[in-house]
């Protein structure tokens, strides 16, 4: 354990030598926080999330349980290949 506490010494005392490290580590981070903290709005953002689900036989199904999750769900008739809509 020893060695692992003085490579942890050795790799602080190392950081603290050189400003830029330490404008990097704790400064920079700040002012990221910061900006983005201002420009972004607070609260909850709301996604919303469509499936679209092919008629099949447990179609029905699927989509009850889905909109049991607040996802909104279309049920496509006719529907061959999934990657044409």
Known sequence: MSVLREFTIATIK???REKQ???WVFIFPLIIFLIFGVLLPRGEAEAGVTVYIANSTTAKEL???LKRHDVTVK???GWTAPWSF
């Open 21 to 23: 490290t330490l404008f």
């Open 14 to 16: 190392s950081n603290l």
């Open 63 to 65: 989509a009850e349980h």
């Open 75 to 77: 049920i496509v008739r």
